[in-house]
């Protein structure tokens, strides 16, 4: 039996746990063709081969990651002032060069980094626990539920975000928690529509009804059925939720909405290179790189993953 | 659609409030609760919050926003200043972004993964990238600290100064078309693509039609209509793009207005601007949803026709 390897088709005999595998076994060449025929047209969309582009995305995030946690290990304190030495230029001691008070700008944008993933992870979380849900029940319940629980969706979509996050924040104030489960909140919605069409398009298989067959109930299906069928577009969409997130924290921070000084991210490290363009203008460029290549990288991952899930309303 | 918009949106402002009268005096030191209470008087603050949900509602049927809790000037008034700068900003963005992207669609979807295509889609990855705000900080910083060629800040209306209206827009509006238009070029190119293999691009080259006038003339225009679909998307995009990238560079529009009423707790500004944004990006996923049926026949069902 030829096992798949692409992660939006998951081996057929792993997928329903327990009595259903048989059932499913018999089944397992439709699931082979749709692998074959899910990794051609990867192949016709890009030439590059998606293994390396994948992990050389991941291992720069990963870098990023290690990089942010393990700043205080060999970076300088993010908040020892120097004053005399204030927006001096790239150094071997400064490799980024101070601010305004003399500070170590490397060192700060790795410290701002802890604060702006810790926010960016705990959104996906919360953007994953929720839209899954939501998803998985509207397509589990159909009928009103259903049309009720994704006309809500929608209402919630039709606000761009950052203005959404701007209500919310202002309404409940910026503390890195806040931020956190706001943004996840906001990301929710498009989560929850990815994990609606995923989980019924796993709904229409033959494991599925096998596992209805035997009398599974409602959480066994949703937990122990659809949410292991449907790992990799939701892992497609963490990565542009990551990405997502990233932005909206950026933003408030930015306009001074999100993480307060002193605490740093890198949203407050660009309102703070914001206001001094012309003194030193390389302390607003390297939070903005910072931003840029994590985005850039979650892209890439979420691309390669599976394609981006068309987003278009029609 | 709209009042369930609208409803979250008050709903979520008047969930936990800080005072909007105490941010407003900044201090509560001095100030008598009777001056307080009048002040809540003045704003409805002190009716119940369905109340003054009810009474916001009306009013917008009556053009009326209601009076901002910060300065004295009606909620209209403010927004009327702005909301022409933001229009401006939007539509110069969207057609930029569009002027942009459809050749550089046509000419990469010519030969699918040819060398062109690749260093397009690379191109489309890394504009995807930039969150529009940061964009145009580091444009603010090659071309007004840098080259000193543009100005930074800023605004000189349509009507005043035609010419130093464009160099204000210019730099926001790359810095939205910048993020806008690799959407654009990777969905039109996909069509593209796809209408370009299908059987009637054949035919066409069957009966002599030139490389030029198969492109253009056949492929292009049933691949604009589905692209079409997705600049309801666009245009969300760069409303949502617009509200920080007005912030940057300075220009007083709606999403400038919208970011300090935010940091003023000025709730009354802030729902309405919200709202009417919200609006603006839903009338415009209608209208293109519409006209596409009508550009479109296969589109229109059977009671339609």
């Known amino acids: ?13 792993g997928a329903p746990a327990g009595a259903a595998t048989t059932v499913a076994a018999s089944f397992a060449g439709d699931d082979a063709a749709a692998a074959a025929a899910v990794a051609a047209r990867g192949a016709r969309r890009r030439r590059l081969p998606r293994p390396t582009m994948l992990g050389f995305a991941t291992t720069v995030l990963g870098v990023i990651v290690l990089l942010v946690l393990a700043a205080p290990l060999f970076a300088a304190d993010p908040d020892a002032q120097d004053p005399i030495n204030a927006f001096a230029g790239s150094s071997f001691a400064h490799p980024f060069g101070t601010d305004d008070l003399g500070r170590d700008l490397f060192a700060r944008v790795l410290d701002g980094g802890r604060l702006t993933l810790l926010i960016a992870g705990g959104a996906v979380l919360v953007a994953f626990l929720l839209g899954t849900l939501w998803g998985f029940v509207a397509a589990s319940r159909r009928g009103i539920v259903d049309e009720l629980l994704m006309r809500s969706a929608d209402a919630l979509m039709a606000i761009p975000q950052i203005l959404f996050a701007l209500v919310c924040i202002s309404a409940f104030g910026a503390s890195p928690l806040n931020l956190a489960l706001v943004v996840g909140v906001l990301l929710a919605p498009t989560t929850a529509r990815m994990a609606r069409s995923a989980a019924l398009q796993e709904m229409s298989r033959d494991y599925y009804a096998a596992a209805i067959a035997y009398g599974a109930r409602q959480r066994r299906l949703l937990v122990r059925e659809l949410l292991p069928n449907t790992t990799g577009q939701l892992a497609v969409q963490a990565a542009i939720n990551a990405a997502s997130a990233i932005i909206l924290e950026a933003s408030l921070s930015f306009v001074g909405l999100g993480i307060q000084p002193p605490d740093a991210s890198w949203g407050t490290l660009l309102k703070e290179g914001y206001a001094f363009l012309y003194q030193r203008y390389e302390y607003a460029v390297f939070p903005a790189l910072a931003i840029l290549l994590t985005i850039w990288m979650l892209n890439v991952v979420a691309d390669q993953l599976g394609g981006r899930p068309k987003r278009g309303r029609a | 659609m709209l009042v369930a918009t609208s409803v979250i949106v008050f709903a979520v402002l008047r969930a936990l409030p800080g005072d909007p009268v105490l941010t407003r005096l900044g201090t509560t030191q001095g100030v008598s609760q009777e001056t307080i209470d009048r002040l ?7 009716h119940s ?10 009013g917008i049927f009556h053009g009326d926003f209601g009076t901002s809790y910060f300065s004295q000037y009606s909620v209209t008034s403010l927004i009327g200043q702005r909301i022409g700068v933001t229009l401006e900003l939007t539509i110069v963005s969207v057609a930029l972004a569009t002027v942009i992207a459809v050749p550089v669609a046509v000419v990469a979807a010519l030969k ?4 062109i295509d690749r ?3 690379a191109l489309c990855s890394l504009g995807m990238a930039f969150p529009p705000f940061v964009a145009a900080i580091l444009l603010l910083i090659v071309f007004s600290v840098q080259l000193g060629w543009l100005p930074a800040r800023g605004w000189v209306p349509l009507s005043q100064s035609v010419g130093q209206n464009l160099q204000h827009i210019i730099l926001p509006a790359v810095a939205l078309s910048a993020v806008a238009s690799p959407l654009i070029i990777r969905y039109l190119r996909s069509e593209l693509v796809e209408a370009l293999a299908s059987p009637f691009v054949r035919t066409a080259e069957g009966k002599g039609v030139s490389r030029a006038q198969v492109v253009l003339r056949h492929a292009l225009r049933n691949a604009t209509l589905p692209a079409l679909t997705s600049v309801g998307l666009i245009f969300g995009y760069t409303l949502g793009g ?6 940057v560079f300075g220009l007083p529009g709606l999403g400038s207005l919208a970011v300090e009423s935010a940091l003023r707790r000025d709730y009354a500004v802030l729902q309405s601007v919200v709202l009417l944004l919200c609006a603006g990006f839903i009338l415009t996923t209608l209208v293109v949803d519409l006209a596409a049926r009508a550009l479109d026949p296969r589109l229109r069902t059977v009671r339609d026709a």
Request: proline letters at 12%; a negative charge; hydrophobic letters at 40%.
């Open chain 1, 1 to 13: 039996m030829p096992e798949p390897t692409t992660p939006e088709v998951p081996a057929a005999g």
């Open chain 2, 40 to 46: 809540r008087e003045q704003f409805g603050l002190d």
């Open chain 2, 49 to 58: 919050v369905l109340s003054q949900y009810g009474d916001w509602v009306s």
């Open chain 2, 112 to 115: 699918p993964h040819g060398a």
């Open chain 2, 119 to 121: 260093v397009v889609s």
């Open chain 2, 242 to 247: 617009a509200v920080l990238v007005e912030y």
